[in-house]
């Protein structure tokens, strides 16, 4: 008896161990050979490695500041974008159809994903004597600022003169309903050589986490890259800056992003064509990620370029699989991704059933514990048991408390005549934990259940209970359950097992009301099945439950 309850404490107490864990932790790639050295921290273009082209040099001229450039305002269906003359750089991007989270904001602000104040920007530029990078100024042309109804795209350009001769156009154009923005360069070469630069793409960011996030909530904000090699990486913004990144450098295919709580910015290339990833410093707390990608050579009076799709959106699984290789796994699972994965297929299949992700939870819920209801039941009869021989195990206690060993055989003596197994409540504890902690993770990572209200007073089922009433509710569940179980016979046990249920549920205050509804929920059905054998064994019909 004292080594089951002993046991059952420690899974239980690990289980608040890594569940503190996932809130805690910074998910964790050596920079580019010779980017970091060749390219200043806080100025000019990353260079490509000699792996990918020798002898290329970046260009040194840098422009104004971005606060003295010249901003234009682009607005879709989905994304009022603000692209500075500097560099015709992606300054500020606002989601249109995503509520801002941020406690301080009012209820109808738009969620901003590129943002000044995280010093987050989408930066490009191209790698050659005198050609444009992200210090470069260019001059916005005329063009449409708004996408037109029946419109399905809306292209704004900039352009910039070289010292030689080449002229640069850039591009961005977005398409209506869509989250991709294509970023492109057309080069018009008139000048007296060919012309073979090196285009890069990259995303700049600070470390800040996104305005709004959860209460003791933590999950990763950083770089992160994917080839089909050496598939998804993720990289802490510490290890940029202590030079000790790593991550893929050189592929012909895969992409880069920059990953916050629920939405991602990526850089996606096209085709197998090789390219280099870097990661580097940029000061301030700020790092860079990115990708360098060749351009076929341009010859003397002719035109060429290179165009790059950017997604920057939520992380909607369905969408990012149908974009790129392994884009899906920026929504981060862990270890248990093998879990979480299907219950989140079936969560969405119930959503679509229901309407309502809180009762798609509560579906989820019931199907799980049909799922595990004989290895319930048999641990709720082994519950039962003890509980029926525990005023027995006391008398054993209290007849030889003062001889140990002589008490804890008189103990298996009666497990053995009863037969009961102390440990037989275990099992499903511990089977039923990967279950949900991989829940945890499904309910903390899907945008789907971000701002989704179930009913009353859950407007918003990814973040706490704001009047705190399902943990409460939860909580005094949890007491019924150990109510409802054997009392152990040694008092402190008892304290212990009892003061449980207070810490559960003053953890739960602050997990996401998700959460909470599906342990509530479960924890129901546990007192019903529970209470439900207990009585059966109770009266003698054991063999029945």
Not at 2 to 31: C, G, K, T, Y
Request: charge should be neutral; glycine fraction near 6%; aromatic fraction near 10%.
């Amino acid at each position: 008896m004292d080594n089951r309850r002993l046991l059952l404490s420690i899974i239980f107490f690990v289980s608040i161990f890594m569940l503190w864990e996932a809130w805690n932790r910074q998910h964790a790639p050596q920079p580019v050979a010779g980017s970091a050295a060749q390219a200043s921290a806080q100025s000019g273009a990353p260079v490509p490695s000699a792996s990918l082209q020798p002898g290329v040099t970046a260009p040194t001229g840098d422009a104004a500041s971005q606060s003295a450039a010249e901003k234009v305002t682009v607005t879709t269906d989905l994304f009022k974008a603000e692209i500075s003359s500097q560099g015709g750089d992606l300054v500020r991007l606002e989601l249109l159809k995503h509520k801002s989270a941020d406690e301080n904001a009012s209820p109808d602000h738009r969620l901003v994903l590129i943002d000044p104040a995280h010093r987050y920007e989408a930066q490009t530029g191209l790698i050659g004597d005198n050609l444009p990078t992200h210090r470069s100024t260019f001059k916005v042309l005329p063009g449409k600022r708004e996408m037109a109804e029946g419109s399905d795209t809306l292209t704004l350009s900039l352009e910039a003169d070289t010292a030689n001769g080449v002229k640069v156009i850039k591009t961005y154009t977005f398409h209506r309903d869509s989250y991709v923005i294509d970023v492109g360069y057309e080069i018009d070469n008139h000048s007296q050589a060919a012309v073979a630069p090196h285009a890069y793409f990259q995303l700049q960011r600070d470390e800040t986490k996104p305005a709004g996030e959860a209460r003791m909530v933590s999950t990763f904000t950083g770089p992160a890259f994917y080839s089909a090699a050496d598939k998804y990486q993720k990289v802490d913004f510490s290890d940029i800056e202590k030079d000790k990144a790593k991550h893929v450098k050189t592929a012909d295919n895969g992409w880069v992003a920059m990953v916050q709580h629920y939405f991602v910015t990526t850089f996606l290339p096209q085709g197998n064509v090789t390219r280099e990833f870097y990661t580097r410093k940029v000061g301030n707390g700020a790092v860079a990620a990115g990708v360098i990608l060749p351009v076929q050579s341009i010859a003397p009076g002719a035109k060429g370029g290179i165009t790059v799709p950017m997604y920057a959106g939520p992380q909607v699984q369905s969408e990012l699989k149908k974009l790129a290789d392994g884009l899906d796994l920026v929504v981060d699972y862990g270890w248990l991704t093998i879990i979480a994965a299907p219950l989140f297929w079936v969560l969405q299949a119930l959503h679509k059933l229901t309407g309502n992700w809180g009762w798609a939870i509560i579906l989820l819920t019931i199907g799980l514990k049909l799922l595990f209801f004989p290895l319930s039941a048999a641990s709720y009869k082994s519950m039962a048991k003890m509980r029926q021989v525990t005023p027995r195990l006391t008398q054993i206690k209290e007849r030889f408390g003062d001889d140990r060993q002589r008490m804890n055989q008189e103990m298996m003596e009666l497990y053995k005549k009863e037969k009961i197994n102390p440990l037989g409540g275990c099992l499903p504890i511990v089977v039923q934990i990967p279950v949900f902690i991989a829940l945890y993770w499904v309910l903390l990572g899907a945008v789907e259940m971000r701002q989704a209200p179930w009913l009353g007073w859950i407007t918003d089922l990814s973040v706490a209970d704001p009047f705190y009433i399902l943990p409460v509710f939860m909580m005094v569940t949890m007491l019924i359950q150990t109510k409802l179980n054997p009392t152990p016979p040694d008092p402190i046990q008892a304290k212990v097992m009892w003061m449980m249920p207070l810490v559960f549920g003053v953890m739960f205050f602050f997990f996401p009301a998700g959460l909470v509804l599906y342990w509530t929920v479960n924890n129901l059905l546990s007192i019903a099945q529970q209470w439900s054998i207990n009585r059966m064994m109770g009266d003698g019909k054991a063999a029945k439950a």
